[in-house]
């Protein structure tokens, strides 16, 4: 029987902030977690560890000469644990003794800019970005500083419409409590209408569109009026569930280009591919994840910097 030897898994991004007087605060400099690290890695597992609803602890990992962070959850002794062999079908349960405790793990990568952390879940029940904010406030790795994590969300592009010359796909989920807003004032173009017409016809729902434009000058002028009846709806549009496009840009004299735009404000996430071994049999997936992470932050570095106000790279 064949084993898979990877899994796609989501990487999540975070800002770190500090909360004072009950708000939470943008730490304008960037905090010294390569310090923090190797301190962690100096540690006895008892300073690094917090005991709360579950128990967390802290490795420190060193992949291509840099540190990461490992957090676990440390199982409750009352969980049930076996192992199954495949060829043979034995079963085997798993007895946690007092001084060893089977852990699931998240790896987590701090970006070296505006205290932006990446972090990736090996499992359902391994530790959150919530885990990772109440453990790093349990063991005091920065004293006297409460921190919060909160999702790196994405800035709306809606702005970019206005420099397009066309709109070659537009993707957009509105759900029924938004619709209402199409009837507010005149609107003519064709999104407006198909919108309407949906809700009109099938009540309080909500509608997904994809319309896509084919390439060719001869559809120049079907990419123009797309563009122009997305803008007619982007106060739709930015309150929507979903919205993207693909716009279409022009230089005089040059060819068209196309750039894919997030129109909504999102949380930056990325998904990811993550080997669990080589081609050996040997384990490598946390090495595999921490490639990830990193691969994922820098495709997203500019979206990431932009929306922590971390200038640019």
């Not at 500090?18 to 690290?37: F, S």
């Not at 540190?67 to 002794?77: F, G, I, N, W, Y």
């Not at 979903?242 to 999102?266: F, I, K, M, N």
Request: charged letters at 25%; glycine letters at 8%.
């Amino acid at each position: 029987m064949a084993t898979l030897n990877h899994k796609e898994r989501t990487v999540g991004f975070f800002e770190v902030v500090i909360v004072k007087e009950g708000k939470a605060r943008r730490i304008p400099e960037l905090m010294d977690w390569d310090g923090a690290l190797a301190a962690l890695a100096q540690a006895p597992v008892g300073a690094r560890s917090h005991e709360g609803e579950h128990r967390i602890v802290g490795t420190t990992i060193t992949h291509n000469m840099e540190d990461h962070l490992l957090l676990h959850r440390v199982k409750d002794a009352g969980e049930w644990l076996s192992v199954i062999n495949f060829d043979t079908g034995h079963l085997r349960e798993l007895e946690q003794s007092a001084h060893e405790g089977y852990l699931d793990t998240s790896v987590v990568c701090f970006l070296p800019f505006g205290n932006v952390v990446g972090i990736m879940q090996g499992g359902v029940s391994a530790p959150s970005h919530k885990a990772l904010e109440t453990w790093l406030n349990g063991i005091e790795m920065f004293p006297s500083s409460q921190l919060q994590l909160r999702p790196v969300v994405a800035h709306s592009e809606i702005e970019k419409l206005k420099t397009a010359v066309g709109a070659s796909r537009v993707e957009v989920k509105v759900m029924g409590n938004k619709m209402g807003a199409l009837r507010e004032q005149p609107r003519t173009g064709g999104l407006a209408r198909l919108l309407r017409v949906a809700g009109d016809a099938y009540g309080e729902i909500s509608v997904t569109m994809v319309i896509s434009v084919p390439r060719g000058k001869e559809l120049r002028e079907h990419r123009q009026h797309l563009l122009a009846d997305l803008d007619e709806i982007s106060d739709v549009v930015t309150g929507a569930e979903r919205a993207r496009a693909r716009l279409v840009y022009s230089d005089p004299g040059g060819p068209e280009q196309t750039r894919l735009v997030e129109l909504v404000e999102h949380s930056i996430t990325a998904k990811k591919r993550v080997p669990a071994t080589d081609a050996e049999g040997n384990s490598i997936r946390i090495v595999s994840a921490v490639d990830a992470i990193l691969a994922a932050a820098a495709e997203h570095e500019d979206a990431l910097r932009l929306a922590v106000d971390a200038g640019e790279s």
